[in-house]
């Protein structure tokens, strides 16, 4: 994916001591989401310990690959993941909630078709073990793009692309996952 000249794929994804797994329990983590009040803090067991989830993770909001084609397919295919049994769709990426909340409102968002929620130091994405080194590009640390299916907590799919490529993490990708 290019960025201003950089490709995400010429960046190395750390190398986690553990990376998450199916079977694993997601860890304990804050992370955030825009309202109108402001800032709103999540824990995941709120957002994930009950019900089917549909995670994906991104590099970083208003990025092209992210903007033009991973977040649309999950709009897109709502209706189709709710008809397989996700109870709700979540978008989580390195950013603060401020950027997360404004590119939720240029994407067109309501919260209840995908809810975007920030990371805003990286702690979740280091506990998953699926950090992106970015820094030699200046984007500091990012999470990779990946996606998941979790159920009651407990993830039962991982999805993590390779490089810079845009194939397993897809919506269309995790419906060909759920029965």
Request: hydrophobic share 35%.
């Amino acid at each position: 994916m290019a960025i201003a000249g950089l490709y995400l794929s010429q960046t190395t994804p750390k190398e986690p001591s553990m990376t998450i797994k199916p079977g694993d329990r997601l860890p304990d983590a804050t992370l955030a989401t825009m309202t109108p009040e402001g800032p709103k803090p999540l824990s995941t067991g709120e957002l994930f310990g009950k019900g089917t989830t549909a995670l994906f993770a991104v590099p970083g909001a208003f990025t092209p690959t992210c903007s033009a084609r991973h977040l649309p397919g999950f709009k897109d295919k709502h209706d189709e993941l709710k008809a397989k049994g996700v109870d709700r769709i979540v978008g989580v990426s390195v950013n603060d909630p401020f950027v997360m909340g404004a590119w939720a409102e240029q994407q067109g968002l309501t919260g209840e078709d995908v809810l975007l929620v920030a990371d805003g130091n990286g702690d979740f994405t280091k506990k998953l073990g699926l950090e992106l080194d970015a820094t030699g590009f200046g984007m500091g640390h990012r999470s990779q793009r990946y996606s998941m299916l979790i159920k009651d907590g407990v993830v039962t799919e991982l999805n993590v692309e390779q490089g810079g490529e845009f194939k397993v993490s897809s919506a269309e990708h995790l419906l060909t996952q759920l029965s």
